[in-house]
Every structure is written in structure tokens, then in C-alpha cells.
């Protein structure tokens, strides 16, 4: 099982990487940014909403019943959330922020529940650790900015350091 301070560590990484894949998107154009690519959600601007998706999701389950709780929008996968870059952008802002929040709030005792819902994906009832769904959460949008900076290198974007261990520490 994870730790809180480890759930936090994941959540400014996130916010973290981020600023910093959004800050290289930023050197594209809009059509650049949302030309298809041929990636699993087509192109950049997608892969980023498909990101802020599984967010809207995941920490919408987290936050139930708590003070934390928000209305997150709710589409089917594969949906862009946000069809404007800068509301996007300002969508991820808001989001990373609330997932801070939430880690700041998890502790042990969350960590080791159990978390009960209803999966779009597979059609069915899951149950799982509330510590393995959290570690899913950054698993997830590690895996998909790894696509983004496939396709940002792609147009001779670097984001720059992308490695857990080269954060800053006061982030």
C-alpha cells in the first residue's frame, strides 16, 4: 500500500508536469495541436482532454460524499471535454488543484478502503483498494503525457525534464 506523503508527492508531480507539457503545447499552433496524429486519441489536444476525463472520473469517485465533492463533467471516453485551448488549459489548472487538495485531505485510513463503482468501460460493478485506484490515477496520466511528448518531439518540442526524481523539491 501507498502512503499519503507518497500520494502527495504524486500530485505535485502532476501538476508539475503539467504546467511544463502545457507550457511546450503553448509553442504549437491550434491546428498542430489538434491535427491527428495517428495516436490513441488522434492528436494532442485529445490526449490532453482524455487526460482531464480520467481526472474528472477518478476524482470524482474520490471525492463523493466529501467536502471536496464537484460536479466534474461526465462523457463518454474518447469525449473532448473542452474543445477551446484555453479553457482546456484553464480546465487543467482547476483540476490539478483539486487532486492537490484531495491528496492533502487522503489519509491512511482512505488509502486502505475500498472504493465500489459502476465502470462505463467494462460494464460491470468493480471493487478495488482505494491506494491501488489512487496509484492507477498517476499511472494513467503518466502514461498518456508519455504520448504527448512522443508527439510534441515529433514538431521539435521539448518539454524538458520529465523524471520524478528532477522535480523541484518545493514544488
Known amino acids: 500500500m501507498i502512503t ?3 500520494l502527495r508527492t504524486l500530485a505535485a508531480y502532476n501538476r508539475w508536469m503539467n504546467e511544463k507539457l502545457y507550457a511546450a503545447c503553448d509553442r504549437l499552433t491550434d491546428e498542430e495541436r489538434k491535427a491527428d496524429r495517428g495516436a490513441f486519441f488522434r492528436s494532442i489536444h485529445s490526449t490532453l482532454n482524455h487526460i482531464l ?3 474528472c472520473v477518478w476524482l470524482g469517485r ?3 460524499g ?3 465533492a464537484k460536479d466534474y463533467p461526465k462523457a463518454p471516453i474518447g469525449t473532448d471535454l473542452h474543445e477551446d485551448w484555453h479553457a482546456l488549459r ?3 489548472i482547476g483540476m490539478d488543484a483539486d487532486i492537490l487538495a484531495w491528496a492533502a485531505m487522503a489519509d491512511e485510513m482512505w488509502l486502505a478502503s ?3 463503482w459502476y465502470s462505463g468501460i467494462t460494464k460491470s460493478d468493480r471493487r478495488r483498494p482505494a491506494w491501488l485506484l489512487a496509484t492507477h490515477l498517476f499511472n494513467h496520466q503518466t502514461h498518456h503525457r508519455g504520448q504527448v511528448t512522443t508527439l510534441l518531439s515529433q514538431h521539435g518540442v521539448d518539454p524538458g525534464d520529465t523524471d520524478l526524481m ?3 523539491l518545493e514544488v
Open 4 to 6: 499519503p506523503q507518497y
Open 62 to 64: 474520490f471525492t463523493k
Open 90 to 92: 484553464q480546465a487543467r
Open 114 to 116: 475500498e472504493i465500489t
Open 66 to 68: 466529501t467536502p471536496l
Open 166 to 168: 528532477l522535480m523541484p
Open 53 to 55: 476525463w480520467g481526472d
